[in-house]
T-cell receptor, first 114, second 111 residues
Framework: AQSVTQPDIHITVSEGASLELRCNYSYGATPYLFWYVQSPGQGLQLLLKYFSGDTLVQGIKGFEAEFKRSQSSFNLRKPSVHWSDAAEYFC????????????FGDGTTLTVKP | DGGITQSPKYLFRKEGQNVTLSCEQNLNHDAMYWYRQDPGQGLRLIYYSQIVNDFQKGDIAEGYSVSREKKESFPLTVTSAQKNPTAFYLCAGGPRGGEQFFGPGTRLTVL
């Protein structure tokens, strides 16, 4: 069965600083990988996705993620964090089958200091 | 937002009553999903459907039921058999195996 681990429950960074959120996955085949963001009391919004090809993926709001098969990781990065980036971030791995359901990590809460 | 609407945003029910949460989509997504989110936790899959008139149990289906009579609609019923129904419920849709587009969620409180 597939699984996702987000090792950091809570991260605090200063505005303007760089950000890296970690994600490790377990899946028997080539995974589909996603990062989503959730503001309090809201639904999730897709930031970026990886299906195949270039292992460095660009997303919305200046985010990028790098797929590293050897490390089973898909870490999310942003070079300069804005106060509006404060939210909860979820990594997900999707089944590369017709069933196609995703498994989500427990999330990382990002706090941005002024 | 991927065209997923959920209603109502807040719902209050007495213990022992069944309640149905609405989820509608207008972007012709094949797949639709229901998740439960509890404070400080990730998303847990309740049910999902890849095609009309077919659906599968997720990881925590006990005490819940769904139907998929139309492609646009995937309502979730929280039955009295669900022991701890107070939670935030999220509906999502998308292409099979692909990314998911989420609705704004329904916060259910059972009194």
């Amino acid at each position: 069965a597939q699984s996702v681990t987000q090792p950091d429950i809570h991260i605090t960074v200063s505005e303007g600083a760089s950000l890296e959120l970690r994600c490790n996955y377990s899946y028997g085949a080539t995974p589909y990988l996603f990062w989503y963001v959730q503001s309090p009391g809201q639904g999730l919004q897709l930031l970026l996705k990886y299906f195949s090809g270039d292992t460095l993926v660009q997303g919305i709001k200046g985010f990028e993620a790098e797929f590293k098969r050897s490390q089973s990781s898909f870490n999310l990065r942003k070079p300069s964090v804005h106060w509006s980036d404060a939210a909860e971030y979820f990594c997900a791995v999707g089944e590369n089958t017709n069933a196609g359901k995703s498994t989500f990590g427990d999330g990382t809460t990002l706090t941005v200091k002024p | 937002d991927g065209g997923i609407t959920q209603s109502p945003k807040y719902l209050f029910r007495k213990e022992g009553q069944n309640v149905t949460l609405s989820c509608e989509q207008n972007l012709n997504h094949d797949a639709m999903y229901w998740y439960r989110q509890d404070p400080g936790q990730g998303l847990r899959l309740i049910y999902y459907s890849q095609i009309v008139n077919d659906f599968q149990k997720g990881d925590i289906a006990e005490g819940y039921s769904v139907s998929r009579e139309k492609k646009e609609s995937f309502p979730l019923t929280v039955t009295s058999a669900q022991k701890n129904p107070t939670a935030f419920y999220l509906c999502a849709g998308g292409p099979r195996g692909g990314e998911q587009f989420f609705g704004p969620g329904t916060r259910l409180t059972v009194l």
